[in-house]
């Protein structure tokens, strides 16, 4: 079960992994008040949706899925 899981983990990618850190980091050190975050938020999306528009089904274990990026970036132009 191990190998299995192993395996489903490592299929994703790990890209945008620095700005979802980065994220994590600013949300810790702010005590979990997204609206000190913006930025570090931003990168993620934008990221994210530069990785969901060059390989469009591409997945990555730091983005939510690519609906939800695309909403978040349309709402916040």
Same mark, same amino acid.
Do not use: F
């Given at each position: 079960?191990?190998? &299995? ?6 299929? +994703?990618?790990?890209? $945008?992994? @620095?700005? @979802?850190?980065?994220?994590? @980091?600013?949300?810790? +050190?702010?005590? !979990? ?13 934008? $990221?994210? %949706?530069?990785? !969901?528009?060059?390989? +469009?089904? %591409?997945?990555?274990? @730091? ?5 939800? &990026?695309?909403?978040?970036? +349309?709402?916040?132009?």
């Amino acid at each position: 079960m191990t190998d &299995v899981k192993y395996s489903i983990q490592n299929s +994703k990618s790990n890209e $945008c992994q @620095a700005e @979802a850190c980065d994220l994590q @980091a600013c949300l810790k +050190k702010n005590t !979990y008040n997204p609206s000190k975050c913006d930025i570090q938020l931003r990168k993620l999306y934008e $990221c994210c %949706g530069r990785m !969901y528009d060059r390989t +469009k089904d %591409g997945e990555s274990t @730091a983005c939510p899925i690519p609906s939800v &990026v695309r909403r978040w970036l +349309k709402l916040h132009p």
